[in-house]
């Protein structure tokens, strides 16, 4: 069967923006976010938010825990595969790597963090000026190490995938007092959606030309919220998901915003928020046997130091659930997200 060019969401969105083949030039993935696309800086900070253990990377190559919130790959692993860069895009903290690794692919994100500076402190996790912080350090590591010229085209020409705000919501907002007694849901939507702006700013002043702004997904459908919500069933929590939606509007006005005040950008709007909502209502049309609990643990509140190894109940097969832990997706899932289909 000849190859077809099916990547989803993430991927596809900024191809058709950019006008771009499946194998468009690509010279780095540059990532700032939560545990979406942390791949283990949390790792190397005082934090109790951590996934460096098993079983957390029980599929990943050699089957090593890395700090990601997963089985195995995290969705920007596939994404710089998909566009011929290497199958993992390594943590800026990770001491394993350098700036030749980075060079072609980094993460920033830090697990539990947020547009919120306020989000970052709720488990002392690196807040988002401070990913910004890391950036323009590493931007001065680039030029050192591929002279002026190279790096400010490896920059611009760059990928920079922003994948967060869930923990704003349900880490920050819906849990702590402070931002509530500030805000009703819209402002508070409205003040995270100033802060995306003032970030995106930042970066095209730093050279940043393609920028990928992930929405939220159906954060009524983690496991988590599912397993709270026992009054209705354990179904999914429409309210949070009406929040969702709504900030996902918002993020999309941004969107055409920016595309239309910021001279040679382009920003896509990357929306997971569908497809993850038909994928947990009928799993089995996409391969999986179950979506209303995870696969760590008993599957309905684990994550982080919860999800441990010596936990009897884990699933022997991950593939078979939508969710590896209560609030992150199986490599599966994340695969779905954002391969490309052969």
Known sequence: ???LC??????????????????????????????????????????????????YGRDYVGGQPTGRFSN?????????????????VPAYLDPMYNISDFAIGVTFASAGSGYDNATSDVLSVIPL??????????????????????ANETLTEALYVMSMGTNDFLENYYTM????SQYNIDQYQSFLIRIARNFIMSLYKLGARKVSLGGLPPMGCLPLERTT????????????????????DK???????????????????????YILLQITKKPSLYGFDEAAVACCGTGMFEMGYACDRINPFTCTDANKFVFWDSFHPTEKTNQLIVHIKN
């Open 1 to 3: 069967m000849a190859n």
């Open 6 to 55: 099916i990547p989803w969401f993430l991927l596809l969105q900024f191809l058709i923006l950019l006008g771009l083949e499946c194998e468009a030039e690509v010279p780095a993935i540059i990532v700032f976010g939560d545990s979406s696309v942390d791949a283990g800086n949390n790792n190397q900070i005082p934090t109790i938010l951590r996934s460096d253990f098993e079983p």
């Open 72 to 88: 195995g790959r995290i969705p920007t692993d596939f994404i710089s595969e998909a566009f011929g860069l290497r199958p993992i």
């Open 129 to 150: 000026w401070k990913e910004l912080e890391y950036y323009k350090t590493y931007q001065t590591k680039l030029r050192a190490y591929l002279g002026d010229q190279k």
């Open 177 to 180: 007092n402070e931002r509530r």
């Open 229 to 248: 919500n026992f009054q209705d069933g354990n179904k999914c929590m429409k309210s949070y998901n009406t929040v969702a939606m709504a900030f996902n």
């Open 251 to 273: 993020l999309n006005g941004l969107v055409v915003e920016l595309n239309e005040e910021l001279p040679g950008i382009k920003v896509v709007m990357s929306n997971p928020y």
